[in-house]
């Protein structure tokens, strides 16, 4: 007779559910930040939003717990240590610990190498790079102390892997970012802390719409995605869930395409 299958009926039916957990999102202010809280808090998740806009923070927070989100605000820059600290401590004082990071914060300023200030080129670098690392130290410096592990998700880029024109800063960052995540699964797992990136390809922002308007530049880039569409900030709810959940407890190190097909064509 053969083996029972060691699948156990409740692990799987809460293997998804986020409710209860705390989370940080950072760039909560951005269209994929907002998304994601927003998503976060329909599933019964404590969200601490952040960016460094504290207006937009304060109309967001008012928006979301308008629908009966239970979320709070901080302000503070990524890239400077005392604000992240500032922003985690706020956390743990507001919901008793930190379960999950997202770091949706981060910017693109195109130039050519030829012409870029390199004052400008480090300024792309400490948002997305020095910001994702002092949020990944602070809140995994947190996790430890809570003693039950955790889940950061870290938001790159499909350019992590692809380089461009004008985009020194936008690709290096973003591939540190990948790798920043492989090193931190290394350092972090025996504290049972995944961490993984999901990297997407163009979706609607303040940044990209016109993207979205102008037929030639959209249609050219429609060419590379299998999928047929441009993506939308509700589409990576989906992933940033997933990767908080307990669904993805043996996935760390990961740098997961969510990019309607970009990397595989
Ligand atoms: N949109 C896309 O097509 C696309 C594609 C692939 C990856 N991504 C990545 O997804 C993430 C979110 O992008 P998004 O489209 O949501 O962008 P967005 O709407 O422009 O939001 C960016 C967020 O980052 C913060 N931010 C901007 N400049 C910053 C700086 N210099 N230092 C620190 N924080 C800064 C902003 O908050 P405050 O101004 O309040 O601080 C804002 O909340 C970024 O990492 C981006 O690289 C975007």
Redesign the pocket.
Known sequence: MAEKVAVDRETVKNMYGLAGKAAIV????????AAIAKGYGYQGVKVMLT???EG??KALREEFAAEGIDCAYAAG???KEEDVQRVVDATVAKYGEVNVLV??????IPNSILQQDTAEWQ?VM???VR?TYLYAKCVAKAMVKQGKGGKIVL?????SQRGMKGYTG?CTS?AAVDLLAQSLACDLGEHHINVNTF??????????EWMFHDDNVSANFLKRLPIGRL?E?ADFVGIASFLASAASDFMTGANVAVDGGYWAN
Do not use: Q
């Open positions: 950072t760039g909560a202010t951005g269209s994929l930040g960016g460094r806009n937009k923070l820059d990524p890239a770091t949706a914060a981060g910017v693109s300024s400490d948002a997305n910001g938001v790159s880029s499909a350019r936008y973003k990297n997407p390809t163009v979706f609607r922002s303040d940044l990209t993506g900030p």
